[in-house]
T-cell receptor, first 113, second 112 residues
Framework: GAGVSQSPSNKVTEKGKDVELRCDPISGHTALYWYRQSLGQGLEFLIYFQGNSAPDKSGLPSDRFSAERTGGSVSTLTIQRTQQEDSAVYLC???????????FGSGTRLTVV | GENVEQHPSTLSVQEGDSAVIKCTYSDSASNYFPWYKQELGKGPQLIIDIRSNVGEKKDQRIAVTLNKTAKHFSLHITETQPEDSAVYFCAALSGSARQLTFGSGTQLTVLP
């Protein structure tokens, strides 16, 4: 597609439930990133996929968070047993080769009640 | 790892005036420095970037300067307009890491 697409745009879930957030990167982009942005805060790195290499998971805040990227394209970020502190905007970005020029999606606003 | 400091956190200017936002970074191996603009409810959008082999880059009303010795870089917006109002983020890409580290953001308000 023309840009990075994320779905859903908004998600409200009850504490303790699992959620899945989806990212569809720009076609042909080999690198894909997930960031988290809490209210009024900067962007916190979560995980990075580059081609067929093992993902860099160094930013995941706990083992309740996981992500996968199927076929080198679409990625899903899963949060298990959601907590109120997980409430944030989750942003996905892609780049052609993992070096320059990230393009961000519009994000998924997650609210845990 | 890389650490990026950004200031000011908020900046108000009169329409037509200039705005300057400054960032410092910690990793001397960082070699790529983009700036993003984020409007309410949208994802960050790349507005300008600079690589470490260049000291300054300009694109119309926007310019970025880089001082590698001091490890700081700045965004300059001239002739500001109300539509420039947004949150601006600086970032740095370290040679040893493969993901951008972002500053904490600057809320720019251009008063008409």
């Amino acid at each position: 597609g023309a840009g990075v697409s994320q779905s859903p745009s908004n998600k409200v879930t009850e504490k303790g439930k699992d959620v899945e957030l989806r990212c569809d990167p720009i076609s042909g982009h080999t690198a894909l990133y997930w960031y988290r942005q809490s209210l009024g805060q900067g962007l916190e790195f979560l995980i990075y996929f580059q081609g067929n290499s093992a993902p860099d998971k160094s930013g995941l805040p706990s083992d309740r968070f996981s992500a996968e990227r199927t076929g080198g394209s679409v990625s899903t970020l899963t949060i298990q047993r959601t907590q109120q502190e997980d409430s944030a905007v989750y942003l996905c970005a892609s780049s052609l080769d993992g070096s320059y020029g990230y393009t961000f999606g519009s994000g998924t606003r997650l609210t845990v009640v | 790892g890389e650490n990026v400091e950004q200031h000011p956190s908020t900046l108000s200017v009169q329409e037509g005036d200039s705005a300057v936002i400054k960032c410092t970074y910690s990793d001397s191996a960082s070699n790529y420095f983009p700036w993003y603009k984020q409007e309410l409810g949208k994802g960050p959008q790349l507005i300008i970037d600079i690589r470490s082999n260049v000291g300054e880059k300009k694109d119309q009303r926007i310019a970025v300067t880089l001082n590698k010795t001091a490890k700081h870089f700045s965004l300059h917006i001239t002739e500001t307009q109300p539509e420039d109002s947004a949150v601006y983020f600086c970032a740095a890409l370290s040679g040893s890491a493969r993901q951008l580290t972002f500053g904490s953001g600057t809320q720019l308000t251009v008063l008409p």
